[in-house]
């Protein structure tokens, strides 16, 4: 059953193309391996994109989260995940402070990735709005959403704030990769004003995780002067 409709333009092409979005089940498992590996293979840095196993893939897909497919015709050409996540040492909600009790209440935004032809129609902001309009109709219990981004990832940074997530942690993962660990409280749709707001150089690691450690957020991205800066604020 398709949940969205809407029309896009291929790269190169003048014309819309209709395409809709659609939930994914076990059965659509190849067509995401074979989308997640040509958006891999032609990445400069590929660092930026913590790649699935088909073991995750096939975890979420049996129930433990939730993914949603863009589509022209029969191709698969975007996609979007939700994991509800195991309770480990890993967890997410650990390296932004949460508390045991609350790491119940955490669902995490997974990989999302777009077919290069296919870039520039705000797929993932679509993907993004759909997918959490699913998990809304299903009355969910969570109340955090978190995931990580690679720092100079500009495209996800872009998509994370746009959703309104702010940078809670900066910290190594997946076997000592940097990220940034984002977080949205779903009981706060609209965040606080910030009283004090300091602009940091995103290559300067070592003054951003101080003010997290100081209480502050990573509330926007801007460029300026060729450089990017990621705002941090405090309530």
């Known amino acids: 059953m398709h949940i969205f409709e809407g029309t896009l333009r291929k790269q190169?092409?003048?014309?819309?193309?209709?395409?809709y979005i659609r939930r994914l089940t076990i059965e659509d498992l190849c067509s995401v391996l074979t989308v997640q590996k040509q958006v891999f293979i032609q990445l400069e840095n590929k660092k930026i994109l913590q790649t699935l196993s088909e073991e995750e893939f096939a975890y979420i897909l049996s129930g433990h989260g939730l993914m949603l497919g863009a589509y022209e015709g029969n191709d698969l050409i975007a996609f979007r995940a939700l994991l509800v996540p195991p309770l480990d040492e890993e967890h997410l909600g650990i390296d932004i402070g949460l508390s045991g009790s609350e790491l119940a209440k955490v669902i995490y935004q997974e990989i999302s990735v777009v077919l290069p032809a296919y870039r520039g129609n705000r797929l993932q902001k679509i993907l993004a709005g759909v997918i959490m309009a699913e998990l809304e109709k299903e009355g969910h219990s969570f109340r955090y959403i978190c995931c990580t981004v690679a720092p100079f990832n500009v495209p996800s940074l872009k998509d994370k704030f746009a959703q309104g997530m702010q940078i809670a942690a900066l910290t190594e993962k997946y076997g000592g990769l940097t990220r940034y660990v984002f977080v949205k409280d779903l009981y706060e749709p609209v965040p606080?004003?910030?009283?004090?707001?300091?602009?940091?150089?995103?290559?300067?690691?070592?003054?951003?995780?101080?003010?997290?450690?100081?209480?502050?957020?990573?509330?926007?991205?801007?460029?300026?002067?060729?450089?990017?800066?990621?705002?941090?604020?405090?309530?």
């Open 12 to 19: 190169g092409e003048d014309t819309g193309r209709p395409f």
């Open 192 to 235: 606080p004003a910030c009283r004090e707001v300091t602009p940091i150089p995103m290559n300067d690691f070592s003054a951003q995780k101080e003010k997290l450690a100081e209480g502050f957020r990573g509330i926007k991205m801007e460029e300026k002067e060729n450089e990017l800066w990621i705002h941090y604020g405090r309530r």
